[in-house]
T-cell receptor, first 116, second 113 residues
């Protein structure tokens, strides 16, 4: 079936340094995967950070970027310079319409801690 | 204000008790979802509802049932809760089922002792 694997556990980065959270996916060929990054700030629900529905395209939001790489089956999240306010849990997700039906398949989440 | 509201936010129940988790949304979304998240796992889909009285099982429906009598409300029911149902439960909604943003509630932390 379809699945998502992302950087496990916690990532700690100093403020103003760069960030990458790895995400790879497995999707059955009959579907057409859409890829997402969700973020959960402390005390809040998950909210959409960015999405990309076309292979080869890049999504961006709040300084974060992710490129849908179909050849590498990857969708890594990057930011050039993190801020303390970026501390949150980040989830990579896949929706494979036509294969997994109408649902989001999530990675386990990566806790980002930004040190001042 | 677009939001999904979950009640209660924290709940402690004894094994064998019945549990009701409530979810509401103010966006007139057709589709609603219940997920749970456990340590080391991604969110797992329990049930999906396409509209009033139109519900389908997700990946882990065993031990749960749902009720949707109004478009804006979606309830998750645990009849005779078990300790392995201790988890964080997320409700979500979306306008449709494809290529639409999914909005999540803040979650309910349920502990079954």
């Amino acid at each position: 079936g379809d699945s998502v694997t992302q950087t496990e556990g916690q990532v700690t980065v100093s403020e103003s340094k760069s960030l990458i959270i790895n995400c790879t996916y497995s999707a059955t060929s009959i579907g057409y995967p859409n890829l997402f990054w969700y973020v959960r700030y402390p005390g809040e629900g998950l909210q959409l950070l960015l999405k990309v529905i076309t292979a080869g395209q890049k999504g961006s939001s709040r300084g974060f970027e992710a490129t849908y790489n179909k050849e590498a089956t990857s969708f890594h999240l990057q930011k050039a310079s993190v801020q303390e306010s970026d501390s949150a849990v980040y989830y990579c997700a896949l929706a494979n319409y036509g294969s997994s039906g109408n649902k989001l398949i999530f990675g386990i989440g990566t806790l980002l801690s930004v040190k001042p | 204000d677009m939001k999904v509201t979950q009640m209660p936010r924290y709940l402690i129940k004894r094994m064998g008790e019945n549990v009701l988790l409530e979810c509401g949304q103010d966006m007139s979304h057709e589709t609603m979802y219940w997920y749970r998240q456990d340590p080391g796992l991604g969110l797992q889909l329990i049930y999906i509802s396409y509209d009033v009285d139109s519900n389908s099982e997700g990946d882990i429906p065993k031990g749960y049932r749902v009720s949707r009598k109004k478009r804006e409300h979606f309830s998750l029911i645990l009849d005779s809760a078990k300790t392995n149902q201790t988890s964080v439960y997320f409700c979500a909604s979306s306008l449709g089922t494809q290529n639409t943003e999914v909005f999540f509630g803040k979650g309910t932390r349920l502990t079954v002792v």
